[in-house]
């Protein structure tokens, strides 16, 4: 991707103890800003929970595994609700860019009792394919012959897309996509499997380390010409001139006709 340079001329340029002075003023908002995501982390935790009263069962590389199989020896599960539909060439960039990130960690969560899995629509060998294209070794199950991910607010029928009253994200309309992406947290106890938080669209943000990264950096995420995050590719199709995203492949078959 071609770079391009951060004049200083246009930006303020200033001594050592003006900067300081400067950054430390930022640095007492930043302090705020952190005691503030504690907060907010705090009341994500106390929500109440609903009791899972749906069997689900997900096809897995070793076979059928129901929810309560996905947590493993562990008390609580993360899922990630990959954007593959079952007519896509392959999983979503924005998704992929999540899982690069997410990848791993995996062994880490396992040691503070969670256990993460994928879960998307599309049949397990595109998905068991696309993620040894990536080289991922995360867990990842398909939902095709189950509601699950129709359930958490992720899946939707092309008929649902075009109705003006259908929800993504709680209060809004889902984008024209069949597939949109999400987080979900369960919690298990000896009898029952409980649903405590999810979390979808621009929540989805925090869990993206290498945009925090950018954010600290003179042009930010630099995406004014690239709105979408258009700019973003598979990490092995950035040099790839014909990318097209999955769902814009065959319209009318990869994804609804446009309205």
């Known amino acids: 991707m071609t770079s391009t340079s951060t004049p200083a001329a246009a930006h303020r340029v200033v001594s050592r103890e003006d900067w300081l002075q400067a950054r430390i003023s930022l640095l007492a908002e930043e302090k705020e800003l952190t005691r503030r995501r504690d907060a907010l982390a705090r009341k994500v935790r106390d929500l109440p929970w609903v009791k899972i009263e749906r069997q689900y069962t997900f096809d897995a590389p070793t076979g059928k595994q129901s929810l309560a199989d996905l947590f493993g020896p562990h008390s609580q599960l993360i899922v990630y609700h990959f954007m593959f539909d079952p007519t896509w060439s392959q999983g979503c960039k924005s998704c992929s860019f ?49 509601d699950f991910n129709r359930d958490f607010g992720v899946s939707f029928t092309d008929q649902e897309l075009a109705d003006d009253k259908t929800v993504y994200n709680f209060n809004r309309q889902p984008y024209p996509i069949r597939e949109l992406p999400g987080v979900s947290v369960f919690a298990k106890d000896d009898r029952d499997i409980y649903h405590t938080y999810s979390t979808y669209a621009r929540g989805l943000d925090k869990f993206l380390a290498a945009y925090q990264y950018m ?33 814009a492949e065959k319209p009318g078959v990869t994804g609804p006709l446009p309205r």
């Open 98 to 146: 999540v899982a690069d990130h997410y990848d791993g960690i995996i062994v880490h969560l396992a040691h503070r009792d969670i256990s993460f899995v994928t879960i998307s629509q599309a049949p397990l060998e595109k998905l068991e394919r696309f993620r040894t294209r990536m080289g991922w070794t995360f867990p990842w199950v398909s939902a095709a012959h189950t």
């Open 215 to 247: 954010d600290i950096t003179p042009k930010g995420r630099d995406e004014a010409h690239t709105p979408g995050m258009g700019w973003l590719r598979h990490h092995d199709r950035y040099d790839d001139p014909s990318f097209v995203d999955p769902w």
